[in-house]
């Protein structure tokens, strides 16, 4: 990008962060996701850094926060309240150390990491130790007299005295006491909503009516924000310093947080770190718990914690340049689609896909997103060459999740959405009632070659070493045309390949002859059929304990199967009634592919009738081990936790999973507590 494309898209960056900025911080509304926001004001960042003259006074870099509404009284800080750049990557934290170390001429520095909460920052003045005036951020030199509403919040000390001080921050009494019982005392922090008393404010609001909060951090801005201290009073709001502005002698960051709970205040826990490594470590633990913990955040904030040399490498731009929020990889990111292409997958689904400029989303480098559907695609507007909102949660597909319009610059292209399979040329279908374009012709190369990937997957025949990059090699090479050739192949066809030693052609040969002795419901689930996951396959092995019994059903026996719709019925079916699937199964038969029959099944149906849901990994065995032991006793297995799940099995780590369990009241139990419930 040369500079007059820089300058334009600068410009057009900072239009519409300063749209999303007054909506947010003024106007308490949110038409973004904060990652998607943080992902913008990044790439601005970025382009300023390197077109240096370009950055003016008013961009969004070189201020702090909204403006102050008129309604309040104007405080002025007399210590600005500047922001914190963002880091997202341990090398863009390396180079920043790099950059200190430059900057102060040592070799090493101390840290002090501590958990950056998502809430709304204030200040609290104390004068002889009694609280006179709070106020928020505002343009970080002018904030807003919101004393009264921070006054209704039980966790700010309305009054602050010493109780009592460790050995070793002796040396700060008499300057701390000085400054409590004769001058002024200022302290930073965050005021913000735990995520279950969050979730419980949003439920009233729901039975009357009114309309929901989209975060905590919104909520409690929306609190301060607002000119009856009773409205404040009645929201579950809480404090979290982190900061002393007042100079009481403290040399360390650290000694701060100490001395604040000393005074009376909750204050965020932290560790000392020597290194970066030591900041890694803390880091990821954290990233780990985040799910788990009360109350939002968003990464963990590193600063040099000796407060001298914080002082003397001084500010650049909005931030103090010995500090940086280390942000958790985010969900959402802004990036551009550079093209449009379809997808055809095994069922013959046509998926409009986004070729992206690279861009890190939960952790990830992501080059590619989906479009779900034609009329998605249509709904989005999205154009070759859009600015768009993506998205990844879990391990779900990424996805453009918004189109930012607003950045176009009349060179995007339309997407002109096929009439014909882009791989066979067969016209494509739809069936009425359904949003999705399909190919009908199962001899086509793309559904093949989707039907393996899908075939050697961990949940089908689990052929380890089959990737689709071998699967894509032995199709060109004209190795394979079809899933049951791959139980033709010996080690001498693979030998020719590109990058093939004799160990990986032996592992991958060995791996298919393990394979080839396979569960019922693992070989339900290979084949394919549209509409059979997992558990339906699970659900047809159960009831018909064969492969024998499977081929010759007709619609009334698949009307007996539990949980299988109408939908569902027909297209298992139909499959069936197909004399080319019969002869795919004849092949992978003689081939000596072995199918067992279904387990039987305890008569001590214990679980019948309770769900479970599994989070974390399990000492003892796999979580398909689990989830077999739970069906063997009868039980139903989710991927979710609801308000119809009975019992939440917590392994190491547990994730998202548990806090929502928490929050609908859902039993957790143990790995050791459920082996004893099916002893």
Sequence with gaps: MDKEQAQKRIEKLRKLINFHRYNYHVLDKQAISDAAFDSLKHELYVLEQQYPELITPDSPTQRVGGEPLKVFKKVEHKVPMLSIEDVFSEQELIDWENYLKKLARQAAFEYYAELKIDGFAVALIYDKGVLVKGATRGNGKIGEDVTQNLKTIESIPLKIEISHLRPDLKHLE?????????????????????????????????????????????????????????????????????????DIGQGLHSQEHEVLEILGFKSGKGRVCRSLSDIMDFWQQINKKRDILPYQIDGVVISVNNNKIFQSLGVAGKSPRAIRAFKFAAKQATTRILDIKVQVGRTGAITPIAVLEPVQVSGVTITRATLHNEDELKRLGAKIGDTVIVERAGDVIPAVVKVLSELRTKKEKNFAFPSKCPVCGTKLSKPENEAIWRCLNQECPARKRENIY????????????????????????????????????????????????????????????????????????????????????????????????????????????????????ESIYDWFQSKQNQKFIDDLISLGVIIAHQKSYSENQKLKGKSFVLTGSLDSMSRDQAKEKIRLFGGEIADSVSKNTNYLILGKEPGSKLAKAKELGVKTVSEKEFLEMIK
Excluded: C, W
Aim: hydrophobic letters at 35%; proline letters at 3%.
């Design 174 to 246: 008499t300057r701390l006491k000085e400054k409590i019982s004769k001058e002024t005392l200022e302290i930073r922090g965050e005021v913000y909503m735990d995520k279950a008393d969050f979730d419980k404010f949003n439920q009233l609001r729901a039975k009357k009516g009114l309309s929901l909060f989209s975060n905590p951090r919104n909520l409690a801005a929306g609190s301060i924000r607002q000119l009856d201290p009773n409205l404040a009073a009645s929201r579950p709001l809480k404090f979290l310093s982190y900061d002393i502005v007042t």
């Design 454 to 569: 899908h075939f050697v997957s961990k949940k089908s025949f689990d052929i380890k070493g089959l990737g689709p990059k071998i699967i894509d090699q032995l199709m060109d090479e004209n190795l394979i045309s079809q899933a049951s050739e791959i139980f033709e192949l010996k080690e001498g066809d693979l030998f020719p390949l590109e990058r093939f030693a004799e160990k990986k052609a032996k592992n991958i040969i060995e791996s298919i002859e393990k394979s080839r002795d396979i569960s019922l419901e693992h070989f339900i689930y290979s084949l394919g059929i549209r509409h059979v996951g997992e558990e339906t396959a699970n659900d047809l092995a159960k009831y018909f304990g064969s492969i024998t019994k499977l081929r010759k059903i007709d619609k009334e026996d698949l009307e007996k199967v539990p949980g299988i719709g109408e939908k569902v019925s």
